[in-house]
């Protein structure tokens, strides 16, 4: 019954920007590290960013690197991705993930728990 919900895809025009959220289904998620992934159709699923239990530490793709920003609230077991200045290549399904482990954070492998994904659009 472990669950995460991603929240906030749509569609925008380049240069716009979304809030996607992550809810987790319970408290001890909290005491996770985040991060978010996307994957494209006919793509790998890759990194996008990521973040420590405590919000203290934040890492990012060199691709979205200064146009997004991973942050969470704890009091709410929600982490956010606030994605600004869009770009038709930023189109995929986002999918938001916890890890057990603080190690490797960029890597999909270390990922435990994922969610369902929900799709952005980003036209030019």
């Known amino acids: 019954q472990v669950q995460l919900v991603e929240s906030g895809g749509g569609l925008v025009q380049a240069g716009g920007s979304l809030r996607l959220s992550c809810v987790a289904s319970?408290?001890?998620?909290?005491?996770?590290?985040m991060g978010w992934f996307r994957q494209a159709p006919g793509k790998e699923r890759e990194f996008v960013a990521a973040?420590?239990?405590?919000?203290?530490?934040?890492y990012y793709a060199d691709s979205v690197k200064g146009r997004f920003t991973i942050s969470r609230d704890n009091t709410k077991n929600t982490v956010f991705l606030q994605m600004n200045s869009l770009k038709p290549e930023d189109t995929a399904v986002y999918y938001c993930?916890?890890?057990?482990?603080?190690?490797?954070?960029?890597?999909?492998?270390?990922?435990?728990?994922w969610g369902q994904g929900t799709q952005v659009t980003v036209s030019s």
């Open positions: 993930a916890a890890s057990k482990s603080t190690f490797g954070l960029r890597l999909l492998s270390q990922y435990d728990y």
């Open positions: 319970e408290r001890t998620f909290s005491s996770y590290p």
């Open positions: 973040i420590s239990w405590s919000g203290g530490l934040t």
